[in-house]
């Protein structure tokens, strides 16, 4: 089997014949990661398309340099995204952009981005035709300052501003909501017409022991939305596998996403979430993308507990609807190349 194959069989549910790697759910220079000369297409079975910006907001990326890890504006690479909204991080006099909106009217006059159909970006199915030819899986994640949904309406609204709106001001958070859903749907249509096998959608809901709203909530606001960012997507490409990403817990609305269309949750981190348990009550109906390390485990693990742990995922999961990753990013600088080595060692071993 190629790698392409193997991941399209495991997010089906089945089982390829061993279990494919991924060191991502996002695009990530891997070949920057790896010592020189230690990088090969092989290791893995999927990467990630980089969806190309503008000359605006590569601009904006670089001016955005300066504040990188500051929570409220996001990476320098999500807030490039962002630069048809206003939101300059380097003026951060006012606070998020709609923070001191009052009313609906006022979130009405914001120069919102226009949406349309998906857009033809060359470059981008030029890079999913690559990754077909070298035999791997490509996918895409949309252009978003942190989530397509929750986090990006947070950034903009401000945190509590926005889990206030969702409880007392639930017109406004619709109204917002909307808005970023039209330009999800519109980036799912783009990465599908590109021909991407796998559509990553991805929302911090989740936190350490529960989610940061209430799941009738998250009913209410975001599952609609997100069945319609699906829904357009496999509306170009029928044959579209989706991934859904959160940090921590959010193991109450894994039922939901598996009926919208969900083909696999990422990232399971060990700590928050109980992937045997997932395993025996959903089975194949959803993939599980990830279950590998704690937070510090790639950082300070000995490359003999990760081969360890590789193992265990795979006896105890299966190698059904499994796709063997990093629970947590690998691109820190404190991680050593050879726990990254002995992940993938491992996944061949056992997988």
């Not at 951060?92 to 226009?114: C, H, I, K, Q, Y």
């Not at 911090?204 to 989610?211: A, C, F, I, L």
């Amino acid at each position: 089997m190629t790698g392409r194959e193997r991941v399209r069989v495991a997010l089906d549910g089945g089982e390829p014949d061993r279990v494919p790697l991924a060191l991502a759910f996002y695009h990530l220079d891997l070949g920057a990661l790896a010592p020189p000369g230690r990088w090969r297409d092989d290791l893995v079975d999927v990467l990630f398309v980089d969806f190309p910006v503008s000359a605006e907001e590569e601009e904006l990326r670089r001016r955005a340099l300066p504040y990188a890890g500051n929570a409220r504006i996001g990476s320098p690479s999500q807030v490039a995204r962002y630069a048809s909204w206003g939101y300059r991080p380097d003026d951060l006099v006012d606070g998020n952009p709609l923070e001191r909106a009052t009313s609906l009217a006022d979130l009405e006059r914001f120069p919102f981005p226009s949406t349309g159909g998906p857009r033809v970006l060359d470059g981008l199915a030029a890079q999913v035709a690559d990754l077909h030819r070298r035999g791997l899986a490509a996918g895409g994640n949309l252009p978003h300052l942190g989530g397509e949904l929750f986090e990006a309406a947070w950034r903009l609204r401000g945190l509590e501003a926005f889990l206030t709106d969702l409880v007392r001001r639930p017109e406004m958070a619709h109204f917002l909501l909307d808005r970023l859903a039209d330009l999800a749907r519109r980036n799912a249509e783009t990465l599908a017409l590109a021909g991407v096998d796998v559509l990553a959608l991805d929302d911090d809901v989740g936190m350490p022991g529960g989610m940061m709203m209430g799941p009738a909530t998250w009913r209410t606001f975001f599952r609609p939305r997100l069945a319609g960012i699906i829904d357009a997507a496999r509306a170009v490409k029928p044959d579209i596998r989706v991934i859904y990403h959160s940090d921590g817990w959010f193991e109450s609305i894994v039922g939901d996403l598996v009926e919208i269309g969900v083909s696999a949750i990422n990232p399971l981190q060990p700590e928050h979430m109980d992937a045997v348990r997932i395993r025996r009550r959903y089975g194949s109906r959803v993939a599980l993308w990830g279950t590998v390390g704690r937070q510090t485990t790639f950082s300070f693990a000995r490359p003999d507990d990760i081969r360890a742990e590789v193992r265990e995922r795979v006896a105890t999961l299966g190698r059904s609807g499994l796709v063997l990753c990093p629970a947590y990013d690998i691109d820190e600088p404190d991680i050593p190349w050879s726990n990254v080595e002995a992940f993938l060692e491992a996944g061949r071993a056992f997988g």
